[in-house]
Nanobody, 120 residues
């Protein structure tokens, strides 16, 4: 499994922007899918955005048009650009690597999480 380290979280006002980064310990070029998930207190973890090894993307309805996931295989890093942030985006954000299509993402590699707080 790859090791993942997130960064870029913090406190931002509503309407602001943040960019999260997820640095992997090894090559991500062949990993089936990379993703960002989030979990708020007393809520279940939910998928935010996914990107496949071929570059196809998927977004949760709640973030479509506001968030953009991207990957830089040369840097072994995945990014989540978050714009027009809302208080309901407040959560701990986790990076995930689903290495194989036949093994669900929940059994892949996870980062330690980074806190995003949207508040005035």
């Amino acid at each position: 499994q790859v090791q993942l380290v997130e960064s870029g979280g913090g406190l931002v006002q509503p309407g602001g922007s943040l960019r999260l980064s997820c640095a992997a310990s090894g090559s991500i070029a062949s990993i089936y899918a990379m993703g960002w998930y989030r979990q708020a207190p007393i809520k279940q973890r939910e998928v935010v955005a996914l990107i496949s090894s071929g570059g196809a993307t998927m977004y949760a309805d709640s973030v479509k048009g506001r968030f953009t996931i991207s990957r830089d295989n040369a840097k072994n890093t995945v990014y989540l650009q978050m714009n027009s942030l809302k208080p309901e985006d407040t959560s701990v954000y986790y990076c995930n690597a689903q290495e194989w299509a036949t093994i669900p993402a929940e059994f892949g590699s996870w980062g330690q999480g980074t806190q995003v707080t949207v508040s005035s």
